[in-house]
T-cell receptor
Framework: QKEVEQDPGPLSVPEGAIVSLNCTYS??????FMWYRQYSRKGPELLMYTYSSGNKEDGRFTAQVDKSSKYISLFIRDSQPSDSATYLCAMSHSSNTGKLIFGQGTTLQVKP | DSGVTQTPKHLITATGQRVTLRCSPRSGDLSVYWYQQSLDQGLQFLIQ???????AKGNILERFSAQQFPDLHSELNLSSLELGDSALYFC?????????????FGQGTRLTVV
């Protein structure tokens, strides 16, 4: 069993929809949680970063962490075709580490 | 553009060969990280260097090695290549030693072993 599980999708939604992306994990030592966006043929770029449990909002993006359930989510409001990409969750147990554990990524397509 | 430069962008080579992938970090960044992305394994951490010294090691095969030079660029050497080594290899860099909040990825080198 992988440490981080993420449904690969693909997920297809109409423009303007609210998108919910999720990851579950097994290692209770994880404290730092990130969401990356990766466009085709590009490197991942950091979207959201959350420490421990709670919510964090940045524009149309909201990240949620529920450590008791070992479950993290990324919500995208008013989705746009430009949001079409692969979304990867990542996590680590330390604030000073280069080792992130990534999910497999969920491919999202937002149709105009 | 993240400011992290990886060369070459594409590489096709035969089994048993050796290749070198190069990464130039963003100006001023001291840490370089190498990740491998394959369809079955996803993104996997290989190794981290900080200011020339190895800082952390992940699932890096013994056939693979890396180094960071005094000018802070890094090279990942892959030898005795196997078909299963075909993947995207990403380099990331950050100013300090953490990937958590400040690391930027390059565009990757796509390695195809035939």
């Amino acid at each position: 069993q992988k440490e981080v599980e993420q449904d690969p999708g693909p997920l297809s939604v109409p423009e303007g929809a609210i998108v919910s992306l999720n990851c579950t994990y097994s290692n209770s030592a994880f404290q730092y949680f990130m969401w990356y966006r990766q466009y085709s043929r590009k490197g991942p770029e950091l979207l959201m970063y959350t420490y421990s449990s709670g919510n964090k909002e940045d524009g149309r993006f909201t990240a949620q962490v529920d450590k008791s359930s070992k479950y993290i989510s990324l919500f995208i409001r008013d989705s746009q075709p430009s949001d079409s990409a692969t979304y990867l969750c990542a996590m680590s147990h330390s604030s000073n580490t280069g080792k992130l554990i990534f999910g497999q990524g969920t491919t999202l397509q937002v149709k105009p | 553009d993240s400011g992290v430069t990886q060369t070459p962008k594409h590489l096709i080579t035969a089994t048993g060969q050796r290749v070198t992938l190069r990464c130039s970090p963003r100006s001023g960044d001291l840490s370089v990280y190498w990740y491998q992305q394959s369809l079955d394994q996803g993104l996997q951490f290989l190794i981290q260097y900080y200011n020339g010294e190895e800082r952390a090691k992940g699932n890096i095969l013994e056939r693979f090695s890396a180094q960071q030079f005094p000018d802070l660029h890094s090279e990942l050497n892959l030898s005795s290549l196997e078909l299963g080594d075909s993947a995207l290899y990403f380099c990331a860099s950050s100013a300090q030693g953490s990937m958590n909040t400040e690391a930027f990825f390059g565009q990757g080198t796509r390695l195809t072993v035939v």
